[in-house]
């Protein structure tokens, strides 16, 4: 049974961190690349960033880029994405998805096969 598990998601002041992570199971981990997006209220999805080819490709949006950080662990077959100088305007659920890492890292969510369930974020003022 294939299975993505988001956790790591609350609430935190402007400035302050968190580090999300997804738990894989199910599925050939370190053949797939991961990718994070978020959905904020009353908007559509966006991507986050994605990491592929073990490490070897790391993409960031371009008002994350600086802020957070991806990481993999296969070991754990867990990804991690580190929210550091939170913003309110980061506040959204955030997913992680899964793709055949032969693609690499896309920004488009329906090219992603696998889905989480969601982590709630929220940062104050």
């Known amino acids: 049974q294939v299975q993505l598990v988001e956790s790591g998601g609350g609430l935190v002041q402007a400035g302050g961190s968190l580090r999300l992570s997804c738990a894989a199971s199910?599925?050939?981990?370190?053949?797939?690349?991961i990718g994070w997006f978020r959905q904020a209220p009353g908007k559509g999805r966006e991507w986050v960033s994605c990491i592929s080819n073990g490490g070897g490709t790391i993409k960031y949006e371009d008002s994350v880029k600086g802020r957070f950080t991806i990481s993999s662990d296969n070991d754990k077959n867990t990804v991690y994405l580190q929210m550091n100088s939170a913003k309110t305007e980061d506040t959204a659920v955030y997913y992680c998805?899964?793709?055949?890492?032969?693609?690499?890292?896309?920004?488009?969510?329906?090219?992603?096969?696998?889905w989480g369930q969601g982590t709630q974020v929220t940062v104050s003022s």
């Open positions: 199910g599925f050939k981990f370190d053949q797939h690349s």
């Open positions: 998805a899964a793709r055949p890492f032969v693609l690499g890292c896309s920004t488009w969510d329906a090219t992603y096969d696998y």
